[in-house]
């Protein structure tokens, strides 16, 4: 007799297995924020919202309302509802580039205005579902379709450090930070902790999660691990970043 | 609850921006997203200085994108929502308003033209006919109410709301510069006590009730697999469109029974065609007046019956034959010769419609 592992009980058992690639960090992720979504007891409050890239393919992944919408575009659609709707939880689920390239100016005028929502963001260094480009989160030197001989920092800067950024502009009561999908528990702690700061109305809760492309980084298993969870390391520090409340203040 | 906006009919001198603000007040829209773009300012003005008293909300946003995305937002959670924008904010809109479309979202946008391409002039066109009709990557699928006044502006802004909410598909009220800052009188109305009732509004998502209990998740997508999957989808919106279409369909003509030239225009413009055909006529001219207001869906069959009875028409408008694009498709095959009267990004008067048909008509 074969044993399944557990599936969160959100999950929507007829679009499993999900379509994503082998390997991909993506069921990780969901898989995280599906049992956070069922700690909390809240599968009949949630919206979830999904860009496009390869998180649009989380589109049916969950028993909750859900809207796939344009790339980049997630975060003012979640923000309408949440805003027309305040009864709701709203998530907004990309990746880099829909975050950090199209959608940036989203996010960042979400995180200042300090919305009510949760953004979740898949970060694999590299735009998956167009075939391996470079994005804004892509290392130094790293090889994608369009920095075949390794991405010069010179010519495209530094990889975007998002969590440390919204952390910057969000005024209290937000939540950032950054998991990875080599930590599964730790990240979905963060998930829950960034649910629950919308649940208490604080404000703009923001998790980014490294993650993993082997089809795109042409790894196999032990380099795919390798890559999250030392390369990716060297430039996006796991851990949280920004907790509600009052900071305090020097020599105190 | 907090008082009805309007009570009993109240005649008013105002300007258009201000019309919208109260029309969709009393269209009781719920929330309105916008981006500052000029010349639909104060349609933002107006509501935010209303909206408290009357228990509705704004957000403004960062861009047009993200003013349609949160109205697109608005929507999805059943609310009445609306924006308003302009010009090059327009051209932003198009992108949500291609996933209304593909969601069959009933989005309702205002648009006061300005000119054309680029920054042009903050004051007046006609030439964001063929954007806010055909914009966007798609067919079109977009009910597009063109006004001429300002008892216009109030009557299609309550009226976009009900459209959009009976068919389902994203609605535009096109209004321009001139008519957004004129003055003008008006009548304003409950639609309640002139027996209009507003078509009720539904969330999509957050509904009641467990998701995959209680009732299905709702999982909205606007992508498909492969091709056929998405022509399915779309050959029952195209089906739902065209039966729509005749009942959506608007349009003011007169003296067109036994006119040897039809004078075709829209929007504030067919204001100068109406009274250059009613001079024309005493002048003993035989011209008649035909104005969609609908642009889209065109009233087709009353401007085919017009165009094979007369023997021109012709097409006045503040772009460079925008409209004359839409009528020619619309007309393709009927007997009458289409000419021109194109001023893009110029406002025409009735003397200069009359000095061009007697040009024509010698």
């Known amino acids: 007799m074969s044993v399944q592992p557990a599936m969160p009980k959100c999950w929507r058992m007829e679009s499993k297995p999900h379509k994503f690639c082998p390997g991909c960090g993506h069921g990780l992720v969901l898989k995280a924020l599906g049992q956070a979504i069922d700690e909390l007891g809240i599968q009949d409050k949630v919206v979830f919202g999904c860009d496009i890239g390869c998180s649009l393919l989380s589109w049916d992944f969950f028993n ?56 979740i963001l898949v970060n694999n260094t590299q735009y998956g579902m167009t075939g391996g480009q470079m994005a804004p989160t892509t290392l130094p030197g790293q090889k994608t379709e369009t920095t075949p001989y390794g991405r010069d920092i010179q010519a495209t800067g530094y990889p975007t450090q998002g969590p440390e950024m ?15 999908v080599a930590n599964v528990k730790q990240l979905k702690g963060f998930i829950k902790k960034a649910l629950e700061n919308q649940m208490a109305g604080n404000g703009f809760s923001f998790v980014e999660a490294l993650s993993t492309c082997p089809t795109n980084w042409r790894t196999n298993a032990e380099e795919t691990w390798k890559f999250v969870e030392q390369e990716m390391t060297k430039y996006f520090k796991v851990g949280e970043i920004k907790v509600p409340g009052p900071r305090e203040k020097e020599g105190q | 609850m907090p008082e009805k906006p309007i009570q009993g009919e109240k005649r008013v001198f105002m300007t258009g921006n201000e019309v ?20 639909q300012n104060e349609i933002m003005h107006y509501w935010t200085r209303l909206m408290p008293k009357y228990d509705r909300k704004f957000l403004q946003t960062e861009d047009e994108l993200s003013a349609g995305f949160t109205t697109v937002g608005g929507v999805l959670a059943g609310r009445r929502a609306f924006t308003a924008t302009a010009g090059p904010g327009n051209t932003l809109m198009q992108e949500p308003m291609s996933m209304a479309e593909a969601m069959r979202l009933p989005v309702v946008v205002v648009v006061q033209q300005r000119g054309g391409p680029s920054t042009a002039t903050v004051i007046y066109s006609q030439q964001e006919v063929t954007m806010t009709t055909l914009g966007g990557n798609g067919e079109g699928l977009r009910v597009v109410y063109s006004t001429a006044t300002h008892q216009e502006l109030f009557d299609y802004t309550i009226k976009a709301f009900n459209t959009a909410w009976k068919y389902r598909f994203p609605t535009f009220v096109l209004g321009d510069g001139y008519q957004a ?22 969330p999509y998502v957050g509904k009641p009730g467990m998701p995959g209990v209680d009732r299905p998740p709702t999982h909205l997508r606007n992508t498909y697999n492969v091709e056929e999957e998405l022509y399915e989808v779309l050959k029952d919106y195209l089906a739902d469109y065209a039966k729509a279409a005749p009942e959506i369909a608007e349009y003011e003509a007169f003296d067109t029974e036994d006119a040897e030239l039809v004078v075709v225009s829209h929007g504030v413009v067919s204001r100068a065609g109406k009274a250059a055909v009613k001079e024309l006529r005493e002048a003993g001219y035989k011209v008649g007046y035909f104005r969609p207001i609908t642009l889209r869906p065109l009233p087709v069959d009353q401007l085919r019956e017009v165009a094979n009875k007369a023997g021109q028409l012709l097409v006045v408008e503040s772009a460079n034959g925008q409209l004359d694009r839409l009528v020619k498709e619309a007309a393709y095959g009927c007997s009458a010769e289409i000419l021109p009267m194109f001023k893009p990004g110029v406002g025409i008067t009735a003397e200069e419609v009359v000095a061009r048909v007697k040009e024509i008509k010698g």
């Not at chain 1, 980049?72 to 309408?80: A, E, F, L």
């Not at chain 1, 919204?166 to 990875?180: C, D, F, K, Q, W």
């Not at chain 2, 919208?20 to 010349?39: H, N």
Request: net charge neutral.
């Open chain 1, 166 to 180: 919204v952390a910057a502009i969000t005024p209290e009561g937000a939540y950032v930070a950054r998991g990875t």
């Open chain 1, 64 to 119: 909750v309302d859900t809207v796939q919408t344009h790339h980049g575009r997630t975060t003012p659609v979640i923000t309408g509802i949440k805003r027309a709707n305040p009864g709701v939880l709203g998530i907004a689920y990309m990746g880099d580039g829909g975050g950090y390239a199209i959608g940036a100016q989203h996010l960042v005028s979400a995180a200042t205005r300090n919305e009510r929502i949760t953004v």
């Open chain 2, 20 to 39: 919208v603000a109260w029309a969709a007040l009393a269209a009781g829209a719920e929330i309105m997203y916008g981006y500052p773009i000029t010349p």
């Open chain 2, 181 to 202: 800052k004129m003055r003008e009188s008006l009548t304003f109305y409950d639609p309640a006590e002139r027996g209009i009732e507003m078509v009720p509004t539904e």
